[in-house]
C-alpha cells in the first residue's frame, strides 16, 4: 500500500514539474540584486535589450523586491531610455509598495515583497539595441531593506485567425 501511494505521489510530481516547465518564456529578463539590502543613488542597474521586429508588440515590467521593513510607501525611480541610435529620455515612474492602511500593494512571501511596474503592449520604433537604466529617486542617498530590481520583456503573441 505504501509502495502505491508513493508511486502515485511520484507520478503526481512529475506531471506537475511538466505543466510548470512548459511556461512561456520571456523574451528577455535580467535580475539586479543589491548588496547588504541597501539601493545607493550610485548604483544604477543597465539592461540592453536587442529588439529586431518593430512590428511586435512588448509587455515590459520593472519588479522591486523589498522587505517586510522597508519604511516608506512607494518608491520613485528614473528610467533612463536609450535608443539604437542615440537619442536619450529620462522619465520619473512611482512604485506603489504600500496601500495608506499600510497593507502591501504587491504580493508578499513571508518577509519579502514583490512590486510590479507593467508597460503593456509597446512598440519600439526603430530596430537595434535599447538601454534602460533605472535610478532611485528618492532624496536619501541610501535605501534600505532593497533586495532587488528586475526588467522582464515578454513578446505578445498575436492571435492567428
Not at 13 to 25: D, H, R
Request: aromatic letters at 14%; charged letters at 25%; proline letters at 4%.
Amino acid at each position: 500500500m505504501k509502495r502505491i501511494l508513493v508511486l502515485k505521489f511520484i507520478t503526481l510530481l512529475a506531471i506537475t514539474i511538466l505543466f510548470n516547465s512548459c511556461g512561456k518564456q520571456p523574451f528577455y529578463e535580467k535580475v539586479y540584486s543589491f548588496e547588504n539590502k541597501g539601493w545607493n543613488q550610485q548604483v544604477k542597474p543597465s539592461f540592453t535589450i536587442d529588439i529586431k521586429d518593430i512590428n511586435q508588440e512588448y509587455n515590459f515590467i520593472v519588479t522591486l523586491r523589498t522587505t517586510t521593513d522597508y519604511k516608506y510607501s512607494n518608491l520613485w525611480i528614473f528610467m533612463n531610455t536609450k535608443t539604437p541610435i542615440g537619442e536619450k529620455a529620462r522619465e520619473p515612474f512611482q512604485i506603489p509598495i504600500t496601500y495608506p492602511d499600510g497593507s502591501w500593494v504587491g504580493t508578499k512571501t513571508g518577509t519579502i515583497v514583490e512590486h510590479s511596474l507593467r508597460f503593456n503592449k509597446r512598440k519600439m520604433p526603430k530596430a537595434g539595441k535599447y538601454t534602460f537604466i533605472l535610478e532611485q529617486g528618492i532624496t536619501e542617498s541610501d535605501i534600505d531593506e532593497v533586495l532587488d530590481i528586475g526588467f522582464r520583456v515578454e513578446k505578445i503573441e498575436t492571435k492567428k485567425q
